[in-house]
């Protein structure tokens, strides 16, 4: 099979005194959009390393398109957001995109063009890509990293926590750009934090913990993900002169439970969050916090979900 | 040669007002006294500054500030992004150089004195060959260290070759005296032609010795760079 695929890998530092991988194996097929998440130190920046071929596996095999990931072949087809950006803040974001045009050999007719789209791509285009980097504010200097990561349509994208610093209009970018990625075909992991992100992007995750895969989970992306929405009140429900919550107060809201001042909605995304609230307030409800309900992947974070690493 | 890693440089090395400041005063300062001297060569030690300061941090910066990891997952080869950095750094210098001789020659000229084109022509090869060899020694102490850390470390052993050879001379002990001109020679490879060169074979010698102390910086550069691993990940 071609893909990314990782055969007990197992990477130490300091002569073998910090284990930071130890026996990962993992396989990621063709167009597959896979997440990494873990605590901090768990070993997912130092598995994008090894992938990249910036660092050398102490022991295991390491295969992309059967190829090792030092071949020329495979990083022709390689495109990499790393978690701290440095980019060269001399350059232009025009230049920086064209320069890394001409790194990925690809040809030099494509190479203006290919920048421009780049920059419209990831909403750099309106003069911003023509100011020096050193102008940009962090979310402009995450945009570019991301453009620089996806010029020439790379098969295989490594994005290292790709929307840290970014404002919201980025992150729905960013998820637009991914899911387009992903509709071409295109290979791609995603190590974040942001567990929300990654339910809502990756088909599947896989759990690092202390160096080791603790689990793989299927997240079904793009499926419409229902949350439940937790209300407080000042006072009962019930203690309240008010007409009884209809089973469906809003569209795409429906009552789950209600207990005294504690009401739960499922809700099915947050305009019909908004909509509730919205409702609730009208209608004179004390309402003193409205709380999201942890997601799937919080909870298997957590270990709250059976099935979810110890 | 990859053009695209070569312009980069050269423009990232024109985008400093420090280096550009040092540069435009060391030719400037060279210039000046062609102008006032008459002498149609420069001080032959000005091509070192000029290396120094359009090619220290070649490598190191990269490295110190993460931008190379961008450039080697790309389809660039180590030994050639190496390789690459060196011909940027002696092609940026010499360029100068030969724009600084070309000034100096055309002053002498507009002065109406005498002009030794051979004597210019030496000293112009010397001095490319200095840059040439000095490069190559700033490429693999670059591999070293990040920033400009190489440019620290040439100076160091510079000044600790030249105590060396003096301690060397003042104690009449030649053994210590050709430790320390030896490091000065590495650091510096460099070939005497302004003296006379008496034939071609009387020169072999010390341009196999040159030629063996690029070759060497390079292959070394190339090395510790090949075994160097880049990754932002904490170690614990």
């Known amino acids: 099979m071609a893909g990314i695929e990782v055969q007990n890998l197992t990477k130490t530092f300091r002569g073998g005194m910090v284990k930071a991988l130890d026996g990962v194996s993992l396989a990621v097929a063709p167009g597959e959009v896979c997440g990494v998440i873990g605590p901090n130190g768990a070993g997912k920046t130092t598995l994008m390393g090894c992938l990249l071929g910036l660092l050398s596996p102490t022991s295991g095999d390491l295969r992309i398109d059967g190829l090792s990931p030092d071949d020329m072949a495979v990083r022709t087809v390689t495109g990499y957001l790393p978690e701290r950006l440095t ?27 290919a920048a421009a789209s780049a920059l419209d791509q990831v909403g750099l285009a309106n003069g911003a890509g023509d100011k020096s980097i050193r102008t940009y504010s962090r979310g402009m200097l995450q945009r570019l990293g991301l453009a620089q990561a996806l010029i020439g349509r790379p098969r295989y994208v490594y994005l290292d926590e790709p929307t840290s610093g970014m404002d919201p209009s980025g992150v729905v970018l960013f998820r637009k750009l991914i899911r387009d990625e992903a509709a071409r075909g295109a290979t791609i992991l995603l190590n974040s934090h942001q567990l929300e992100q990654v339910e809502r992007l990756c088909d599947r995750v896989v759990f690092v913990r202390g160096g080791r895969v603790e689990s793989i989970a299927t997240v079904d992306a793009g499926a419409t993900m229902v949350r439940v929405l937790r209300i407080r009140l000042a006072r009962s429900a019930e203690a309240l002169q008010t007409e009884p919550l209809p089973l469906t107060p809003v569209d795409g809201v ?38 999201p309900d942890e997601g799937r992947l919080e909870r298997l974070f957590t270990g709250h979900e059976p099935g979810a690493p110890a | 040669m990859n053009p695209i890693l070569i312009g980069a440089y050269w423009r990232e090395r024109l985008s400093s007002p420090v280096r550009m400041v040092l540069a435009f005063a060391i030719v400037g300062l060279n210039i000046l ?25 070649a490598i190191g910066r990269d490295v110190s500030s993460g931008a190379i990891h961008l450039i080697l997952v790309r389809p660039v080869r180590r030994s050639e992004y190496v390789l690459n950095r060196w011909l940027a750094v002696f092609l940026t210098t010499s360029l100068v150089v030969i724009v600084q001789g070309a000034i100096i020659l055309l002053l002498l000229l507009a002065g109406g004195r005498g002009v030794p084109f051979d004597m210019i022509a030496l000293n112009l090869s010397e001095q490319i060959l200095i840059i040439v060899g000095l490069s190559a020694v700033l490429i693999f102490l670059s591999s070293l260290v990040g920033g400009n850390g190489d440019v620290a470390l040439f100076v160091v052993g510079f000044l600790m070759g030249s105590v060396i050879s003096l301690i060397g001379s003042a104690t009449q002990k030649t053994w210590l005296a050709d430790i320390g001109h030896e490091i000065t020679r590495f650091l510096i490879p460099r070939l005497e032609l302004t003296g006379g060169v008496e034939s071609l074979t009387a020169l072999a010698v010390p341009l196999a010795s040159w030629g063996f102390s690029v070759t060497l910086c390079l292959a070394l550069a190339i090395l510790v760079l090949n075994r160097r691993e880049f990754s932002y990940a904490s170690t614990g």
């Not at chain 1, 974001?93 to 007719?109: M, S, V």
Request: proline share 4%; hydrophobic share 45%; glycine share 8%.
């Open chain 1, 254 to 291: 429906q009552l789950v439970n209600q207990d005294g001042a504690e009401i739960q909605f499922a809700v099915a995304d947050d305009a019909a969050a908004a909509r509730l609230l919205r409702y609730l307030v009208e209608r004179n409800y004390p309402v003193i916090e409205a709380v």
């Open chain 1, 87 to 113: 980019l060269d803040r001399w350059m232009t974001g025009r230049d920086f995109l064209e320069y890394h045009h001409g790194l990925a050999r690809l040809p030099a007719i494509e190479r203006r063009g």
């Open chain 2, 33 to 57: 006294t062609s102008a006032f001297t008459g002498s149609p060569v420069p001080d032959a030690f000005s091509a070192v500054y000029l290396t120094l300061v359009l090619g220290g941090g």
